[in-house]
């Protein structure tokens, strides 16, 4: 969801991020040579820092952004950059709501058709990322859509309260399968992931927490709008990946998980859209609405 800056706005922002690098002990005695803006957002916007001691990427968190812990944050791409998936973290300072991490030279967004011919290697790497040992929060799906689902009370709709219904039953008949926890990225789209060096990188943390591993599954499916062939191919090196550790009810669970993704994404870019007043997060939100739909009518 980012988007560039104006020139001025740009160079006030830099100039202000420069500012708080100072102030860190991470920048002491470095010489700035280069400071650009890479995106900007209410919750986060990112930069890209180079002194005469290395090439950074700065990410400034908003004030108001709540519900996330950072040290979570930093420990899962701790983990993730250990095991080759993710640039390393560097530094987070949670009173300057900075987290420095390595830069990734000419690294850009891999496109759509990328990522179907390289669905075996995404594969492999999810599988990876799923089974790393990380303390952290576990996601309940139910619950969270309620938490979602109370923060947007005041702007309840009729229409909002058709699609309720097979919703929550979707995430409540989830439970009835056997969950698969591992550590999911929880935001797979290609703005959260790089090609650099003719390898796929993991980015963004923000909300990677123990989850079941259908979900981040399930987010690939959607984003990229895999195929069933697609589909297939990415379950079955998915499962080859984990060996017998996969669950064997991942199949079964999968048009129920896609429900409840889309169900995800539809109330948190309702709740951005109200929030920021941006008409890209009204359209999401209705595009996921209507995937919605479809889902739970097919």
Known sequence: MAQQLSATTAA?????????????????????????????????SSYQ???????????????????????????????????????APLCLNNHQRMLITDFLPDALPPSAAHIRQNLPELAQKLA??????VQTAVLD????????KKQLES???????????PLITAARDLQYFQADIGLCHMDLHVQNMLLWQNKLWLIDFEYCQLA?????????????ELS????????????ASRRDSCSTQ??????????????????????????????????????????LLRLVQS
């Open 128 to 133: 990876t990322l799923h089974q790393l040992p």
């Open 228 to 239: 069933e062939a697609e589909q297939q191919l990415l379950l079955d090196n998915y499962r």
């Open 12 to 44: 006030d922002s830099s100039s202000v991020i420069w500012h708080l690098c100072q102030q860190l002990e991470f920048f002491a005695d470095h010489k700035p040579l280069l400071l650009k803006q890479l995106t900007q957002g209410k919750r986060t």
């Open 250 to 291: 991942l199949v079964e669970k999968l048009a129920l998980a896609k429900v409840v993704y889309a169900g995800f994404c539809w109330l948190w870019y309702w709740q951005e859209e109200l929030e920021n007043q941006d008409p890209r997060y009204k359209q999401a939100a209705a595009d996921c609405y209507q995937l």
């Open 155 to 165: 702007h309840w709709t009729a229409q909002a309260e058709k699609i309720w219904l």
């Open 49 to 87: 820092v180079q002194t005469d001691r290395g090439h950074y990427v700065v990410r400034h968190y908003g004030p108001s952004v709540l519900g996330v812990c950072r040290q979570q944050e930093l420990r899962c791409q701790h983990a993730a950059a250990a095991a080759g998936l993710a640039p």
């Open 212 to 224: 079941d591993v259908v979900f981040d599954l399930v987010a690939l499916i959607v984003q990229f």
């Open 141 to 148: 799906p139910w619950l969270y859509l309620q938490q979602l």
